[in-house]
């Protein structure tokens, strides 16, 4: 089985990279292997609600999103790490998730999630929040610690000072890992859940 983590912080040593690396030997500690993908830094567009996808089943625009989608399809579980932002994920990040999730048709149904949030004080529950919303749109379970899955700190000099939020990192590992063993022995035993063809709602004219 295999994790994949995203880094949405431009710095690639920084924080948020400090927590994903904890959360990463936690993982491989369980037999769990992992990739850490620094995306923060890349130059990203947004969508453009151009519906091309829908036809291709890939986005128009060749950047990192066409080399992460291949490695999140093969992926068992995906981590998403970002910087806090205006109390909210970096703008890069959510440019990327908005264009890797939707302009991909591969199934995330029951490919486990998790978000982590870095800030300096504040805005971290928000931030956390908008990245569980990928998700649950997805039939994707998500992972859950002892606290919300947050850490504070600036590198990982600053993040040895946050004693808890290493732990929660730690926590969140091993229950990641455990959900993802639980998942595959469910699939081998009982199979998927039952899928309805999925019903769109709208009162657009």
């Not at 947004?46 to 128009?60: N, R, W």
């Not at 992460?68 to 959510?94: C, M, Q």
């Not at 469910?186 to 709208?202: D, S």
Request: hydrophobic fraction near 40%; proline fraction near 3%.
């Amino acid at each position: 089985m295999k994790v994949l983590l995203l880094n949405g912080s431009p710095h690639v040593h920084g924080g948020t990279r400090a927590a994903l690396e904890e959360v990463a030997r936690t993982l491989e500690e369980n037999g769990i292997e992992t990739e850490i993908l620094n995306v923060g830094h890349q130059s990203v567009h947004g969508c453009i609600a151009c519906y091309k996808c829908k036809d291709t089943g890939t986005c128009v625009f060749k950047d990192i999103v066409a080399d992460i989608a291949p490695k999140f399809e093969a992926a068992d579980g995906l981590v998403v790490g970002s910087p806090v932002y205006y109390a909210s994920p970096a703008g890069t990040l959510i440019s990327l998730l908005d264009r890797l999730f939707y302009s991909t048709h591969f199934s995330k149904r029951m490919k486990v999630g998790a978000a982590v949030a870095t800030s300096r004080r504040a805005g971290s529950a928000t931030t956390f929040d908008v990245i569980n919303k990928y998700f649950t749109i997805a039939q994707m379970p998500v992972v859950s610690s002892q606290y919300w899955n947050e850490v504070h700190a600036i590198d990982e000099t600053t993040l040895d000072q946050d004693v808890e939020g290493r732990q929660t990192m730690r926590v969140l590992g091993r229950n990641m890992a455990f959900l993802l063993k639980a998942i595959a022995d469910a699939k081998e035993k009982y199979g998927m859940p039952q899928e309805e063809e999925h019903v769109y709602t709208n009162f657009l004219r």
